[in-house]
């Protein structure tokens, strides 16, 4: 049997059920007590099993109990045991040094650790300091070509190579220019048309979110307080509440 609802008391189809607060709720009927804001499982704030808005959340108040000699007689008392425990322990303690501590698994783990870092280092300093002690010898760069004594022959072997080449270099082809992609449109919007007036951010997966003017398409009417469109600006589509939006 389908329970009822805690605000409307009619009966909660599991299409539309919040389980909330140990109560079944529909989800237009899920709002705050004070300003009847649709909330969600994000945005709530629950108190004495009733769901408020951040704005009217009931603030708890403290209440102030003036100090009477019994009071301060038990407070004192308190504050003089505290001292004396500790004093006790203390001179329990005292002179005793350190204490031994049992090696478990993780503190094994960790010293193997340690003392694989520390051999590490120690290998890194040595190979530092040994390569610090014989300093490779400068480098000497080659000695630059002499140009060939036949001048006169090196420039007709050259002219003789450029005829035969035909005389003329081949250009380098250039790279092709980069195409982007054609944008995908969006389909043409058809149905009723509303625009946004306030922000919303989806709380669950079936709807959508949008911001303050929006243009929402496609509109068709669920129930009294929601509606499944689209967002003309991001092309989702799903639920959204219809005390969001005014119809153009």
Request: proline share 8%; hydrophobic share 30%.
């Amino acid at each position: 049997m389908n329970p009822s609802c805690s605000r409307c008391n009619r009966v909660v189809y599991p299409t539309e059920i919040m389980n909330c607060l140990d109560k079944h709720w529909h989800k237009k009927c899920f709002t705050c007590e004070v300003c009847n804001m649709t909330l969600n499982m994000k945005n709530y704030k629950g108190y004495d099993k009733k769901p408020y808005c951040n704005a009217h959340y009931p603030k708890g108040s403290y209440t102030c109990v003036t100090d009477t000699p019994e009071n301060i007689r038990l407070k004192e008392q308190t504050k003089m045991q505290s001292n004396v425990l500790y004093r006790e322990d203390f001179e329990r303690n005292k002179g005793k040094g350190f204490h031994a501590v049992a090696e478990t698994p993780e503190m094994q783990r960790l010293k193997k650790t340690q003392a694989n870092l520390s051999n590490v280092k120690y290998h890194e300093e040595y190979e530092k300091t040994k390569r610090g002690a014989a300093q490779p010898a400068p480098y000497q760069p080659p000695a630059a070509e002499s140009a060939p004594s036949g001048g006169v022959k090196y420039h007709d072997d050259y002219d003789r190579m450029k005829r035969g080449a035909g005389g003329a270099t081949q250009p380098n082809p250039s790279p092709a220019a980069y195409q982007p992609p054609a944008a995908v449109s969006a389909p043409p919007p058809s149905g009723a048309r509303y625009r946004a007036i306030y922000d919303y951010a989806a709380a669950d997966d079936d709807e959508v979110s949008f911001m303050d003017g929006d243009v929402i398409v496609d509109v068709q009417h669920i129930d009294e307080g929601w509606m499944h469109g689209r967002v003309e600006r991001t092309g989702q589509l799903g639920m959204l509440p219809a005390n969001y939006v005014e119809a153009i």
